[in-house]
Every structure is written in C-alpha cells, then in structure tokens.
C-alpha cells in the first residue's frame, strides 16, 4: 500500500530576496504538519544571461530577468542560517539548483534529495551533476513528453539514481481542466517508481485528489497572501490554509490504507437491526383480505414482521387473521397456498 505522502511546500521567490521574509516563512509553516520546505537556489551568472526574457513581468524593479535572478541570490553563509532554521523547525530544508554551481553550493549546505524544476528536466549537464551527489532526485514532469521522460528516466537509471517524478503543469496558475491528475497512474505504470503531484492551483483540492489517485509526494506553493508581490502568489496556497489540506491528506492517505471489504458488512449488524424496517399494515384489515402494494409500510426495526425487502412476495396474498393498522406484518399472518 502507498506510503503517506511527503508534503513539500515551496516558497520559490516569495521571499522577494529578503531573507527576514524567509525566516518569516519557514516560523509560519513549522506547525502546519508539513515535512519539507523547498527553495530554489540561483546564481545568476551561472544560469541566467540579460536575453532571457520574464515568464510574468511583474516587477519595474528589475531591468532584466538576469537582473532579477541576481537580486534572488543569497550568500553561502545566508544559505547556511537558512537551513539551520529550518533544521529548528523539524522542517526538511531543500531547494531546486538551477545551475552546476548552485549544486557545489548545495552540497556545502547540505541537503538529502534535489528537486529538480521543470525546465530542468533535459538538462543532462545538471543531472550529470547531482546524479554525481549520490542523492535521491525528485523530477517535476511539467513541460515534458512522454519521449523526454523517457530520456530522462534512462540517464538517472544508467547513474543508478534514486529517482521519483510529479505530476506537474507549468501553468501559473493552473486551472482545473489542466491539472492532469490522469497522468498520475500512467507515469506509476510507465516509470515503476514513487509518482507525486506538484500544484499551482491555488486551491486544496487538487493534492487531495491526487492524494486519493496515489500520490506519494506533493508539492505546492505557500504565500501569506494572494495579493503578496512576486510571480507565484497568485498560483499559491494562503499559509492559513495549509494545516487543513494536510489534514485531509493524511486523513485520506490513512484510508488508502484500510481498504473497506464491501462483500463483509458483519460490522453492521446491530445497526441494521436498528435502522432497517419490518412490514406493517398501513391500515385495518379483514381475515382474508388480499393484500396489495396500498396496504403496506415499513417501520423500524428489523425482525418484529417480515423484512420489508420481501414486500413483493406479499402482494396478492390473503392474510390468516384481522389485522390493525400499524401491526407488523408476520409469516404466521400470511396464507400460503
């Protein structure tokens, strides 16, 4: 059976480059029942040139989308107090590396497992990088085919990485005739490896449903508000939301766990006794009289008359004696032929 899933919230660049913002984060996630929180690690000359274009421009503040990558940065030693916050927390610290460099940087920090983004997906530099690392890698399937899968699937293999994908669309935010949930039994099928579901909904229900569908890793993004400055806010989860959804995923990842036998309904059998309904009469009746379908109700509780799923064999029948309205409606009162 599916193991419980591993809750990863995002942050991404809703800190906005102020690493208060971060630490404001990561308190205000430490009770919502999460197990990771996850970063994305820039260095902007490593990965970034001043041709790349903005996916949202959403801020004047930066000139280029380099520009902005660069005002993203944080130093090793922020880095290193950022974790370490996070290791107070009980928090999983991760973060996606975007570049060759960024990996050095995280391996310095410290990390158990790389996310890596969508737009990495194909890039075989990075895997070969982190595949070197020995770590588990967590592969967001957003922007890619099958046939890129594919490649990417056979590369880590050949590395022998410990490798898990997610369901995931690279729409920001992502509206429900996009979320994709079918694909999350085709990529278990096709891959034989964990399958999760990374959201940009904004909404819970999504990671609920995938929760229900097997997910065993999700991902979502968190803000304090939608109506926060960066790219992602709209396409995030509000903080205030949070400890819900993960109750509900828990709650429904326990019941993946405890199948219900339907053939086996022993467990209810003094409740049946209680709710279920014997025949009566809904009237008073002469010795002799047929009985037909005007003549019949059902009243609470089983066994004091026949069961009232049998009412169709009673139809047309004379009954032995009188009878009062609202009697139960018993074997011994039916002639038999």
């Not at 205000?28 to 970034?48: M, P, R, V, W, Y």
């Not at 391996?107 to 770590?135: H, P």
């Not at 069961?307 to 018993?330: N, V, Y």
Request: net charge negative; aromatic share 10%.
């Amino acid at each position: 059976m599916d193991a419980t899933p591993f809750i990863i919230v995002e942050i991404a660049q809703a800190h906005n480059g102020s690493i208060q913002k971060v630490y404001d984060y990561i308190d205000a996630l430490s009770g919502t029942g999460i197990d990771a929180i996850k970063f994305q690690t820039h260095i902007a000359e490593a990965e970034s040139s001043i041709h790349e274009p903005f996916r949202v421009k959403f801020s004047d503040q930066d000139a280029t989308r380099f520009d902005y990558w660069k005002r993203m940065e944080f130093s090793k030693d922020q880095w290193v107090e950022i974790k370490k916050r996070c290791d107070q927390a009980g928090l999983e610290f991760m973060s996606s590396p975007f570049s060759n460099a960024a990996v050095d940087l995280l391996e310095e920090i410290g990390v158990q497992r790389y996310k890596i983004g969508s737009g990495e997906v194909n890039n075989f530099l990075l895997l070969e990088k982190i595949a070197a690392t020995g770590k588990p890698v967590i592969v967001s399937s957003g922007m890619s085919s099958f046939a890129e899968l594919d490649e990417t699937a056979v590369f880590l293999n050949s590395k022998n990485v410990n490798f898990s994908i997610l369901q995931c669309t690279t729409s920001y935010p992502t509206a429900p005739e996009q979320y994709g949930l079918n694909v999350i039994q085709k990529l278990k099928d096709r891959y034989r490896v964990p399958i999760g579901y990374s959201d940009h909904s904004a909404d819970i229900g999504p990671c609920i449903a995938a929760t229900a569908l097997g997910a065993e890793i999700l991902e979502f993004h968190a803000v304090f508000n939608h109506t926060d400055f960066g790219p992602d806010a709209t396409s995030s989860i509000e903080i205030k939301d949070i400890p819900m959804l993960v109750k509900s995923i828990r709650d429904i990842a326990l019941s993946r766990k405890h199948p219900i036998d339907k053939s086996n309904n022993s467990q209810y059998a003094e409740l049946k006794r209680i709710f279920e309904k014997s025949l009566s009469v809904n009237k008073d009746l002469p010795k002799g009289h047929i009985l037909t379908f005007d003549d019949l109700e059902a009243k609470k509780p089983k066994g004091f008359g026949i069961d009232a799923s049998k009412f169709q064999m009673l139809i047309g029948k004379p009954i032995r004696k009188e009878l009062k309205k609202w009697d139960f409606l018993t074997e011994s009162d039916i002639e038999n032929e």
